[in-house]
């Protein structure tokens, strides 16, 4: 051993005529020729060429080994030790074929395992060292010709074919009907339909303003008959309902034919409306001194000329006589229920009072479709409250549910319904659906005749 960092191997002799202090020259440092026949000097790497990543020195700073406890490394099956070096390296190109942080030996002999001095660049064994490979492209995937069922990532799915813009805007088409078909089918009589609920809320006007949107946009010729004081469906229709515009009062009291009352809504086609004003709130006290009070609506609709397939008749909050009215008018009734408890506990009441209707002045009445409005799906009670409602009335209540959506809140302070507001939205979408339910149920098989 000597103190200038540096061990000779005792397996190698000293040659004979060395002068005394002169040290050997290691195996590793060998005078080798230059291949083109030149003198013979050091080994020489092309500059281009990474440096030989010694597996076998040790880390920097590990202890040094003595030529006591030295150990040769395994052998291989040809002799050569596992982590001897393997010689000079070939010069690689650096930018051709793969790249790697590894060079591959050219061949020739290889010396004995030597113990190497340890240097900044040595790599030890217990470092595994990973072979840099070029990454594969994205969205790239190599195909198997012999794999029919193969697909590549490059071919577009439904869902990339229809984003939800384009979805969106299909639905819109569908609910506008711009061409005006007859898509909904027609009932072979009018179908006059009472939208009551005594507790407030609950959807009545805005049911019966989409409804009859929806299905005037698909051909139907529809009555709206606007019978709360509040003018709320008049306003959600964008029909004029101040104080002097001939309404519904004018109908029930002074017996005006519905004819004179009843308005074009803008923009739709085939759909009217009978407006309500502030007057109307007086009606119910006026109607108690009248004779056949509770039929006045009735004969003001069966008085009417022209042919509706739709009346939809908005009822107020309430059980009073304008509410009867309502009731002895219609053939139908439509119920909308918030999917809240509160909706519940009005309701055994009102089939109460529809009961009482139908023995004594309108036999035939009956409830024939229930619709679940402001349903939250995010919430038990919401279903909680559908199982209920659809164990107790079955195939009366409508497979759609239209859910809690803001389109349809904004639309009536634009005078417009959720149809022609936002046809794309969740709402729109909603009651489109229940519209196309009530008019399958209307009728046997499908008419495709055209107003």
Known sequence: MHDDDRYDDPRVSRPEGLPPGAEPVSRETEQQPWPSGGQPGPAARPP??????????????AARPSPESYVP?????????????IGRAAPVQRNAGVPSRFELPVGGNVPPPVPQQPHPGAVPDSVSVTIDTPAPVSGVVAADPASAAYVSRETPTREEDDPPLAMEAMRAVQILNPSGEVTMPRPERTRVMCVANQKGGVGKTTTT???????????NRVLVVDLDPQGNASTGLNVPHHTGVPDVYDCLINSVPLEEVAQEVEGIPNLWCVPATIDLAGAEI???????????????????????????IDCPPSLGLLTVNALVAAQEVLIPIQCEYYALEGLNQLINNINLVRQHLNPKLEVSTILLTMYDRRTRLADAVEQDVRNHFGDKVLQAVIPRNVRVSEAPSYGQSVMTYDPGSRGATSYFEAAQEIAERGVKEPVSRNA
């Open 209 to 219: 303003v989409n409804l009859a949107v929806a299905l005037a946009l698909h051909g």
């Open 73 to 85: 490394p395994p052998s291989t099956a040809d002799g050569r030790p596992s982590n001897a070096p």
């Open 48 to 61: 281009d060429c990474d440096p030989v990543v010694r597996r076998d020195v040790p880390a920097v700073g």
């Open 286 to 312: 006026e109607l108690v001194s009248v004779v056949a009070r509770e039929s006045r609506l009735a004969r003001a609709i069966a008085a009417y000329p022209g042919h509706f397939d739709y009346v939809f």
